[in-house]
């Protein structure tokens, strides 16, 4: 089978860190995703982690356990334009990502 | 910059019509995809495909079909619409050049079948 669980609601304030978590268990494993999906936008890409660590890039953080079956995508100085959904996909083995429902993050003044 | 276009924004159809989602995407990808989103569901593979005339049920493929016949346009048929297949519909394309190809998504149609 496969699952992929993250929280549903996030709320944070500007200028803080969060850190928005995502746990897997697929048959298979070929890497983990990060997209930011604005409301009424499509999903656009942010980061991604085949190896076990962090990925940095600006602002925003990814890190991956594999043998935990567990990444975070880590959001610093936020901004009241994070605010969006933040979904977690696992790509098997092939093409196909298998995505989680999905993290609504709103950033408040 | 990759460009995923999706002919229509807003559809409304009537239960069971015929309905086709024309997806076209213009970087020569070998790979694309149909996802449905629904509001605590989030995205759902339908089906994919990894080259022209070539295609892969996804997880929820029942009541759907698609069609590859040229690299740039994948199409999403539903042959008779069912009032339980209005959603926001997103297609999606990937190159197969490395590992960390992501997916570049269309702006997605929302479909409404009354």
């Known amino acids: ?109 | 910059d990759v460009k995923v276009t999706q002919s229509s924004r807003y559809l409304v159809k009537r239960t069971g019509e015929k309905v086709f989602l024309e997806c076209v995407q213009d970087m020569d990808h070998e790979n694309m995809f149909w996802y449905r989103q629904d509001p605590g569901l989030g995205l759902r593979l339908i089906y994919f495909s990894y080259d022209v005339k070539m295609k892969e049920k996804g997880d929820i493929p029942e009541g759907y079909s698609v069609s590859r016949e040229k690299k740039e346009r994948f199409s999403l048929i539903l042959e008779s619409a069912s009032t339980n297949q209005t959603s926001m519909y997103l297609c999606a394309s990937r190159s197969t050049g490395t590992d960390n190809s992501p997916l570049h998504f269309g702006n997605g149609t929302r479909l409404t079948v009354t």
């Open chain 1, 1 to 109: 089978g496969q699952n992929i669980d993250q929280p549903t609601e996030m709320t944070a304030t500007e200028g803080a860190i969060v850190q928005i978590n995502c746990t897997y268990q697929t048959s298979g494993f070929n890497g983990l995703f990060w997209y930011q999906q604005h409301a009424g936008e499509a999903p656009t890409f942010l980061s991604y982690n085949v190896l076990d660590g962090l990925e940095e890039k600006g602002r925003f953080s990814s890190f991956l356990s594999r043998s935990k079956g567990y990444s975070y995508l880590l959001l610093k100085e936020l901004q009241m334009k994070d605010s969006a959904s933040y979904l977690c996909a696992v790509r098997k083995a092939g093409t196909a990502l298998i995505f989680g429902k999905g993290t609504t993050l709103s950033v408040s003044s």
